[in-house]
C-alpha cells in the first residue's frame, strides 16, 4: 500500500465545490504516482528518459521520483491503479503533475465513466532541463464518497509514454506551485528579494483592488460595440477603450474558463483576444471533427467572458506565415505552402474564406443561444493577422509559381487601367536599371514583373536599383489592391456572413516605416479600426537567443529600459490615422528584461494620452501566479499585479487626451506613392520570431532621422492623413514642451513629464499621480497632492483614488509598487557587454523588497491597511506618521498594495 498525504488548507468557496468546514478549511488528498497499488508496467519507476534523473532534477519531483508509465509495445493497456482515502463525502477537483503533453492516458475513479487526459492546459511548467519539465494539468471535477476509492489510469499509446508526479484531489481551487502540496510555502528567497507565494485566490467579495464593477453586467447587453467617429462606444453609446489581454482558453475545462474569466475582470480586462489559427489549419485539412470540437470550447469561452462583462476579439483567423495552402483551393501550392498575396487577388479564395468564416460565425452557440456573428459580447472579427504587401516576406522570387503569375496579371490590368497599355506603362517609366532585381515582364501574356518589398524601401541599394516611375506605379497598385480588398472584404462579411462585428484588417509592420508605414494603416482605414503588433525587448548578443519563444540558459542579453537612450520605446510610437480608431493588438515587454514595471504604467499614461483605444497585453496561458521566466509571461507582480492601478487609470481617463494633436501630417498620397516618406512613423524593435525567420532584415525598417523631433509623440497625439491633394503639417510649438538642455519631455496637457536623461516618468493628475523608472537618482519627487522617496533603483509607484474622488478628497486610496521579480535561483553572468544566463532558477518567485516612502495630501487621519499580495485585508498596518498636509507611509517592504481609507 503507497502513502497518502491528507492535509487542510484555509480558503473560501469557488467552481461548486464543497462547502467549507466550520473552521473555513478544506480538504485535500496527494498521492505519489509511483506509490501505486497495482500495475502492468515492466518497470515503472527506473524507465529510460525521463525516468532517471539526477539527484538535483529529482528535487524538483515530489518524492523525489516521477513515474514512467511506458514499456515494449503491447496488445494489452498498459495500468496503475491506486487506493485513494477520502477524508469527506463532496465535490473534489482532480490535478496530476506530469511530462508536457506526452503519454496521453484515461482515469476514472470505481467504475465511473472513463475520461481522458491528452492535451489539457499545461500550467505551472518547472524544467528539469532543457525539454524535460513537469507540468499541472486539471483532468476535472468528481464527486466522491468519504472512504476509499480505487483510482485507475490506462495508457491510451501501445507503449505508454510520458512520465507522472503526483495526484492531489482538492475541494476548492489549486493554485500549483511545484511539488508544494496545497497551503505549503518555500519561504525562501534571495537577499534582498522576498517571496512571491499568493494563496488561492478564491475571487471572493471584499477584495479592494477588484475592478469587475468597471465592465457590464454582461458584455453586450446594450448591443454591439460600435465606432463613431474616431473611437468606440458601447451599445448604449457610452465610450469604451479596452484593457485587453491575448488568451487563449479553449484547451481547458469549463471551471478553469469561469475562474479566468473572473480573474481577468477582476484585474479590469473588457476585452479578450483569441488565437484561431487551427480552426483555418482544421478547415483547410478537411478535419470537420476536429474544427467542430474547436468550435464547441469557442463558444463556452465567449459564454464564459460574457458573462463577466468581457468582450471577445477573434483573431488570427489567417496567419499567411502559419496557414499553409493546398492544391484543392488553389493550384500550385502542392501540400502546402504559404500564400501572401492570394486573399486579396483571388476571389475564388476570397470566397473559400468568406464560408470558412461562416462556418465558425453561424452556428448557434449553445450557451448563448446566438450564433457568433449576431453575438454582440464579440466586439472584433480580425480578416489576418500580421499579413501585408510590405514587408520583407514580399518577394515574388519567392512566391509558389501560381500566386506570381496571378498577382503579375493583376498588376498588368492595373497598368493598362491607368496607361491605357503596357508598352505605355513601360515606356513612362524610362529606361529599366536592373532588371534582375525583379521578376522578368511577359507583356505578351498581360503580367508584369514585380519588384520585392525591399526594392521599395528608403535604403541606398533600393533606390539605385529600381525605377522611380515603376516602383511608384507598383507601391500605388499594392495600397489600392489592399485597399478595396479590405473594403470588399469588409463588405462581404457584414452582408453576405452577417457580421455584426467590428472588422478589423492587418496590424503589421513593413519593410521600411518611413516610407510605407503609414500607408500600410492608411489602408486599415477601409476597416472600423487601424492595429499595431509591436513588442519591446532586451537586446541579445549575436546567437544569444537561439529560440526566440523561449528563455533558456546559456542565453546572452542585455537589460534595457524603455525610458532613456539607447532603447526606443517603439511600441508608443505610432502615428495614428486621423478620424480612425486605434489598438495596439499584441504588445509584450518581454522577459528576461529586469524593467517591465513600466510597461503597464507607459500604457495608463502615454497610451491614454495619445488616444489609444485598446491595448492589448500578450500573453497569459495561465489563469493564476506564475514563477517561471517565461518571454510573453504577464502573471507576475511587475505586470498582471500593477493592472488594478493602471488599468482603472486608463479605462476611466486619469490622463487627459489634448483637445488638438501636437502633430498633424496631412500625407499627399502622390508623394506617398513616389516614396518620399512621412516626417514621424513608428518605430519598431527586432520581434525575435521574426529575427528566427529572415534573420538581418528583421529590425532594419528605419531609414534615416527623423525630419521631426520624435519626442513629439510624448508632447501629444501625432496623427496622420492621407490626401488627393497637397501635404502640410501642423505642429505645436515643441519648444515650449521639449527642454532639450534638460532632456525633459511635458505632454500639452502638463499631467505627464518624462526625462529621458534620468530614465523617469511621472504622472499627475487629479485621481491618479506617480512615478516609474531609476527612482533612487531622482530623489524627492513632489507631486500636486503626493511626495515620493524610493530607495530602490527602478520601480514605480502609483496613487490612485478608488472612489472616483480626486486625491485630496478620496476616502479610498490604492498606493500601489513594482520593483522586479525572477524565480529564485535565477543567475547572470556578465560576458563582455552583455549578460549569460547561468540559471533559470525555480520556485517562488522572487520580487525585490521594497523601499518606498509616500507622503499623501488631505490623507490625515486615515489608516494603511496592507493587503496581501491578490488585494485582500491582512491584519497588518504601513508604518505612518503625521504630514501637516496629510498623512505620510513607510511602504511595506514584501507588499505591493497598501489601501488607506
Same mark, same amino acid.
Given at each position: 500500500m503507497h502513502r497518502m498525504a491528507i492535509g487542510m488548507f484555509c480558503g473560501a468557496i469557488l467552481c461548486g465545490v464543497i462547502d467549507a468546514d466550520e473552521n473555513g478549511r478544506q480538504a485535500y488528498v496527494w498521492w505519489e504516482a509511483e506509490e501505486f497499488q497495482e500495475t502492468n508496467l515492466p518497470n515503472p519507476v527506473d524507465m529510460r528518459a525521463p525516468g532517471n534523473r539526477n539527484a538535483q532534477q529529482q528535487a524538483k519531483l515530489s518524492g523525489g521520483r516521477w513515474l514512467t508509465p511506458s514499456g515494449p509495445g503491447s496488445d494489452a493497456s498498459y495500468f496503475v491503479k491506486y487506493e485513494v482515502h477520502v477524508p469527506k463525502t463532496g465535490d473534489y477537483n482532480l490535478w496530476t503533475r506530469k511530462f508536457w503533453h506526452h503519454g496521453p492516458f484515461r482515469w476514472r475513479f470505481g467504475d465511473d465513466p472513463w475520461q481522458v487526459c491528452d492535451r489539457l492546459a499545461l500550467h505551472d511548467h518547472t524544467f528539469l532541463e532543457l525539454h524535460w519539465g513537469a507540468y499541472w494539468v486539471f483532468l476535472g471535477p468528481v464527486s466522491l464518497e468519504q472512504g476509499v476509492h480505487t483510482f485507475h489510469i490506462e495508457m491510451l499509446d501501445d507503449q505508454g509514454g510520458g512520465a507522472i508526479d503526483c495526484f492531489v484531489l482538492v475541494d476548492g481551487p489549486f493554485t500549483p506551485r511545484g511539488k508544494l502540496k496545497p497551503g505549503e510555502r518555500a519561504g525562501t528567497a534571495a537577499e534582498g528579494f522576498f517571496a512571491w507565494e499568493p494563496d488561492t485566490d478564491m475571487l471572493s467579495d471584499g477584495c479592494a483592488i477588484d475592478l469587475r464593477y468597471l465592465n457590464e453586467e454582461q458584455a453586450g447587453m446594450n448591443g454591439f460595440v460600435r465606432r463613431d467617429g474616431d473611437r468606440f462606444v458601447l451599445g448604449d453609446g457610452q465610450p469604451v477603450r479596452f484593457w485587453m489581454v491575448q488568451a487563449n482558453l479553449r484547451n481547458m475545462s469549463d471551471l478553469e474558463i469561469d475562474r479566468w474569466a473572473r480573474r481577468l475582470a477582476k484585474y479590469g480586462v473588457n476585452l479578450v483576444r483569441m488565437q484561431l489559427t487551427d480552426f483555418f489549419n482544421h478547415r483547410v485539412k478537411g478535419d470537420h471533427a476536429a474544427f467542430d470540437r474547436e468550435l464547441q470550447r469557442l463558444h463556452y469561452v465567449v459564454a464564459a467572458l460574457k458573462r463577466e462583462g468581457i468582450y471577445s476579439y477573434l483573431g488570427h483567423l489567417y496567419w499567411h506565415t502559419s496557414n499553409p495552402i493546398t492544391e484543392e483551393i488553389f493550384p500550385g501550392f502542392g501540400k502546402g505552402q504559404n500564400a501572401i498575396a492570394l486573399l486579396i487577388f483571388r476571389s475564388r479564395f476570397q470566397d473559400w474564406y468568406k464560408e470558412y468564416v461562416q462556418a465558425i460565425m453561424s452556428p448557434v452557440n449553445p450557451h448563448t443561444?446566438?450564433?457568433?456573428?449576431?453575438?454582440?459580447?464579440?466586439?472584433?472579427?480580425?480578416?489576418?493577422?500580421?499579413?501585408?504587401?510590405?514587408?520583407?516576406?514580399?518577394?515574388?522570387?519567392?512566391?509558389? *509559381?501560381?500566386?506570381?503569375?496571378?498577382?503579375?496579371?493583376?498588376?498588368?490590368?492595373?497598368?493598362?487601367?491607368?496607361?491605357?497599355?503596357?508598352?505605355?506603362?513601360?515606356?513612362?517609366?524610362?529606361?529599366?536599371?536592373?532588371?534582375?532585381?525583379?521578376?522578368?515582364?511577359?507583356?505578351?501574356?498581360?503580367?508584369?514583373?514585380?519588384?520585392?518589398?525591399?526594392?521599395?524601401?528608403?535604403?541606398?541599394?533600393?533606390?539605385?536599383?529600381?525605377?522611380?516611375?515603376?516602383?511608384?506605379?507598383?507601391?500605388?497598385?499594392?495600397?489600392?489592391?489592399?485597399?478595396?480588398?479590405?473594403?470588399?472584404?469588409?463588405?462581404?462579411?457584414?452582408?453576405?456572413?452577417?457580421?455584426?462585428?467590428?472588422?478589423?484588417?492587418?496590424?503589421?509592420?513593413?519593410?521600411?516605416?518611413?516610407?510605407?508605414?503609414?500607408?500600410?494603416?492608411?489602408?486599415?482605414?477601409?476597416?472600423?479600426?487601424?492595429?499595431?503588433?509591436?513588442?519591446?525587448?532586451?537586446?541579445?548578443?549575436?546567437?544569444?537567443?537561439?529560440?526566440?519563444?523561449?528563455?533558456?540558459?546559456?542565453?546572452?542579453?542585455?537589460?534595457?529600459?524603455?525610458?532613456?537612450?539607447?532603447?526606443?520605446?517603439?511600441?508608443?510610437?505610432?502615428?495614428?490615422?486621423?478620424?480612425?480608431?486605434?489598438?495596439?493588438?499584441?504588445?509584450?515587454?518581454?522577459?528576461?528584461?529586469?524593467?517591465?514595471?513600466?510597461?503597464?504604467?507607459?500604457?495608463?499614461?502615454?497610451?491614454?494620452?495619445?488616444?489609444?483605444?485598446?491595448?492589448?497585453?500578450?500573453?497569459?496561458?495561465?489563469?493564476?501566479?506564475?514563477?517561471?521566466?517565461?518571454?510573453?509571461?504577464?502573471?507576475?507582480?511587475?505586470?498582471?499585479?500593477?493592472?488594478?492601478?493602471?488599468?482603472?487609470?486608463?479605462?476611466?481617463?486619469?490622463?487627459?487626451?489634448?483637445?488638438?494633436?501636437?502633430?498633424?501630417?496631412?500625407?499627399?498620397?502622390?508623394?506617398?506613392?513616389?516614396?518620399?516618406?512621412?516626417?514621424?512613423? *513608428?518605430?519598431?524593435?527586432?520581434?525575435?520570431?521574426?529575427?528566427?525567420?529572415?534573420?538581418?532584415?528583421?529590425? *532594419?525598417?528605419? *531609414?534615416?532621422?527623423?525630419?521631426?523631433?520624435?519626442?513629439?509623440?510624448?508632447?501629444?497625439p501625432v496623427r496622420q492623413e492621407f490626401v488627393d491633394g497637397p501635404g502640410k503639417t501642423q505642429i505645436v510649438d515643441l519648444a515650449g514642451y521639449i527642454d532639450t538642455d534638460t532632456n525633459v519631455v511635458r505632454s500639452m496637457t502638463g499631467e505627464l513629464a518624462w526625462d529621458f536623461g534620468q530614465g523617469v516618468v511621472t504622472v499627475d493628475t487629479p485621481r491618479a499621480q506617480g512615478a516609474t523608472g531609476f527612482l533612487k537618482e531622482a530623489g524627492r519627487i513632489a507631486l500636486s497632492d503626493v511626495i515620493i522617496e524610493v530607495g530602490n533603483r527602478y520601480g514605480t509607484i502609483l496613487v490612485v483614488s478608488l472612489d472616483d474622488q480626486p486625491l485630496r478628497a478620496s476616502s479610498r486610496i490604492l498606493v500601489q509598487t513594482a520593483t522586479w521579480d525572477q524565480p529564485y535561483g535565477f543567475e547572470t553572468q556578465p560576458q563582455g557587454e552583455y549578460q549569460r544566463i547561468t540559471n533559470l532558477g525555480g520556485y517562488p518567485l522572487n520580487v525585490e523588497r521594497i523601499d518606498m516612502r509616500v507622503a499623501i495630501r488631505g490623507a490625515a487621519g486615515k489608516t494603511a491597511h496592507i493587503l496581501d499580495e491578490n488585494g485582500y485585508p491582512t491584519q497588518r498596518q504601513a508604518s505612518t506618521q503625521a504630514w501637516s498636509p496629510g498623512l505620510a507611509i513607510h511602504l511595506p517592504p514584501d507588499a505591493i498594495y497598501t489601501l488607506v481609507e
Open positions: 443561444g446566438l450564433p457568433l456573428a449576431q453575438e454582440p459580447a464579440v466586439a472584433f472579427v480580425e480578416i489576418w493577422n500580421e499579413s501585408n504587401l510590405l514587408f520583407w516576406t514580399f518577394n515574388p522570387k519567392n512566391l509558389a *509559381a501560381s500566386e506570381r503569375d496571378l498577382i503579375e496579371k493583376h498588376f498588368g490590368d492595373w497598368l493598362i487601367a491607368k496607361h491605357g497599355s503596357l508598352e505605355q506603362a513601360v515606356a513612362s517609366w524610362g529606361q529599366d536599371r536592373s532588371p534582375n532585381v525583379r521578376t522578368t515582364d511577359h507583356l505578351s501574356e498581360g503580367r508584369v514583373g514585380l519588384y520585392s518589398a525591399g526594392h521599395l524601401t528608403s535604403a541606398g541599394w533600393a533606390v539605385n536599383q529600381r525605377v522611380p516611375g515603376r516602383a511608384a506605379d507598383q507601391l500605388q497598385w499594392m495600397i489600392e489592391s489592399t485597399v478595396g480588398f479590405y473594403q470588399t472584404m469588409r463588405r462581404d462579411l457584414r452582408d453576405e456572413v452577417g457580421l455584426g462585428q467590428m472588422i478589423s484588417g492587418s496590424n503589421w509592420k513593413t519593410a521600411d516605416g518611413k516610407v510605407l508605414g503609414g500607408l500600410d494603416r492608411y489602408t486599415y482605414a477601409a476597416t472600423d479600426v487601424v492595429l499595431r503588433n509591436e513588442y519591446f525587448g532586451p537586446e541579445y548578443a549575436k546567437e544569444g537567443n537561439p529560440r526566440f519563444y523561449s528563455v533558456d540558459e546559456g542565453d546572452t542579453f542585455r537589460y534595457a529600459s524603455s525610458l532613456k537612450p539607447p532603447a526606443t520605446p517603439g511600441p508608443l510610437l505610432t502615428p495614428l490615422i486621423e478620424g480612425h480608431p486605434f489598438m495596439v493588438t499584441e504588445n509584450n515587454w518581454e522577459r528576461p528584461l529586469r524593467y517591465r514595471a513600466e510597461w503597464p504604467f507607459l500604457v495608463a499614461t502615454y497610451a491614454r494620452m495619445m488616444g489609444v483605444d485598446g491595448w492589448n497585453f500578450f500573453a497569459l496561458d495561465s489563469s493564476d501566479w506564475q514563477h517561471t521566466m517565461s518571454v510573453w509571461d504577464l502573471n507576475n507582480p511587475t505586470v498582471l499585479g500593477q493592472f488594478p492601478a493602471t488599468a482603472l487609470m486608463f479605462r476611466r481617463g486619469d490622463v487627459t487626451e489634448p483637445e488638438t494633436p501636437a502633430v498633424l501630417e496631412t500625407v499627399s498620397l502622390a508623394d506617398a506613392y513616389a516614396m518620399k516618406g512621412t516626417k514621424l512613423w *513608428a518605430a519598431g524593435g527586432r520581434d525575435l520570431l521574426w529575427v528566427a525567420k529572415i534573420g538581418e532584415l528583421e529590425g *532594419a525598417e528605419l *531609414a534615416g532621422d527623423y525630419p521631426l523631433d520624435p519626442k513629439a509623440f510624448f508632447v501629444g
